[in-house]
């Protein structure tokens, strides 16, 4: 069974920074495109980045780009999210999410990904 934990969520000020992790357990990363998604109240879940299974690729959404970078750490099962000069609108929910059916593609759809984590929350005030 695949079981996927964030961690790293919290409550910091605009401009600051946070790092989410994400543990995969079962044997299915390495081969698993990876993607955050985040989920603000009132909102539907959202694609923020997503990541191939080397690493050697990966997208984000425009309201990122340039903030955030994801990576992960194949030997450590472990899938990254690195957050700098949060913004209030960047409150969320955050999930990472698993696709085993796609090493080199990435899938903003959520409906794509086969796996999910129970979310971490990330607040920012201003």
């Known amino acids: 069974q695949v079981q996927l934990v964030e961690s790293g969520g919290g409550s910091v000020q605009a401009g600051d920074s946070l790092r989410l992790s994400c543990i995969v357990s079962?044997?299915?990363?390495?081969?698993?495109?990876m993607g955050w998604f985040r989920q603000a109240p009132g909102k539907d879940r959202e694609f923020v980045a997503g990541i191939t299974c080397s690493g050697g690729s990966t997208i984000y959404t425009d309201s990122v780009q340039g903030r955030f970078t994801i990576s992960r750490d194949n030997a450590e099962n472990t899938v990254y999210l690195q957050m700098n000069s949060l913004k209030p609108e960047d409150t969320a929910v955050y999930y990472c999410?698993?696709?085993?059916?796609?090493?080199?593609?990435?899938?903003?759809?959520?409906?794509?990904?086969?796996?999910w984590g129970q979310g971490t929350q990330v607040t920012v005030s201003s």
């Open positions: 999410a698993a696709r085993g059916r796609s090493c080199y593609y990435i899938s903003k759809t959520r409906e794509n990904y086969d796996y």
């Open positions: 079962g044997r299915t990363f390495s081969s698993s495109s």
